[in-house]
Nanobody
Framework: QVQLVESGGGLVQPGGSLRLSCAAS????????MGWYRQAPGKQRELVAG???????NYADSVKGRFTISRDNAKNTVYLQMNSLKPEDTAVYYC?????????WGQGTQVTVSS
């Protein structure tokens, strides 16, 4: 059974930081690249960052230098460290496989950047 459980979101002021976590079921995590995606109100879901099973990373231009994706294979968990947050980072953040997603999506975690 596939499980993707995101956590760590919240309300933060511009310039602040948050660390998101995604606990994935072992069946899909161990051999797959994983990604973080986000969807802002009225916009399509977009890729934020991806990481292969070996740790190679890929970032959207809008977050390069501010966000860092990482994974702990022993814990079946992928993280997204977000620094220097901007109001335009406000969205619901999801994790899924990368670059091709599966139909199942978790509930996501809301990130709101506002003063």
């Amino acid at each position: 059974q596939v499980q993707l459980v995101e956590s760590g979101g919240g309300l933060v002021q511009p310039g602040g930081s948050l660390r998101l976590s995604c606990a994935a079921s072992g069946s899909i995590f161990s051999i797959n690249a994983m990604g973080w995606y986000r969807q802002a109100p009225g916009k399509q879901r977009e890729l934020v960052a991806g990481i292969t099973s070996r740790g190679f990373t890929n970032y959207a231009d809008s977050v390069k230098g501010r966000f860092t994706i990482s994974r702990d294979n022993a814990k079946n968990t992928v993280y997204l460290q977000m620094n220097s947050l901007k109001p335009e980072d406000t969205a619901v953040y999801y994790c899924n496989l990368f670059p091709r997603t599966i139909e199942y999506w978790g509930q996501g975690t809301q990130v709101t950047v506002s003063s």
